[in-house]
């Protein structure tokens, strides 16, 4: 099990990783389409997950976040952001995730250690998923879009 004092330490700090998260996407030179967004809807789509991080990552939860990540991939489309766009700022997401938790000086002990690992490997998990729904849900609104406009 993950543990739980890393995984509430990011949901207690969701508010300043937002802000970090959010600067650093609009920072990004190729996130050109991502960055014309209103800043409020950046920070509701990064808040979402760090604030409910925890239920996220319960076993049982995947078919939630797979229905999630796919109305993102379809939103995003929608909008006409790049599908490397989408993918870049979740990336920026989990990247900020596992550096917050490094940053925090846990990992002195084997324990705090293993529990940092395990969390940076869930983490990555949960990444990885959401990174092929989003794209899945991105490419069944392309190839509805192209067969309805020929």
């Not at 802000?19 to 967004?37: F, K, P």
């Not at 925890?54 to 990540?69: C, F, P």
């Not at 925090?104 to 084997?110: A, E, L, P």
Request: glycine content about 10%; overall charge negative; proline content about 1%.
């Amino acid at each position: 099990m993950v543990s739980r004092t890393l995984v509430q330490m990011i949901e207690d700090n969701c508010d300043r990783l937002t802000e970090r998260i959010v600067r650093r996407q609009r920072e990004t030179a190729e996130l050109v389409h991502l960055g014309r967004l209103p800043e409020s809807e950046l920070r509701d789509r990064a808040r979402e997950v760090l604030k409910n991080f925890g239920s996220w990552l319960m076993a049982g939860r995947e078919g939630e976040a797979a229905r999630r990540y796919e109305w993102l991939g379809r939103h995003r489309f929608e909008q006409s952001i790049p599908l490397h766009e989408v993918v870049m700022s979740l990336h920026i997401l989990k990247e900020h995730i596992v550096d917050y938790v490094r940053e925090q000086g846990v990992g002195r002990n084997s324990l705090e250690l293993y529990a940092q690992e395990e969390l940076e490997h869930m983490v990555g998990l949960f990444f990885d998923g959401a990174v092929y729904h989003a794209v899945h849900g991105y490419e069944g609104a392309l190839r509805r879009a192209g067969s309805a406009g020929g």
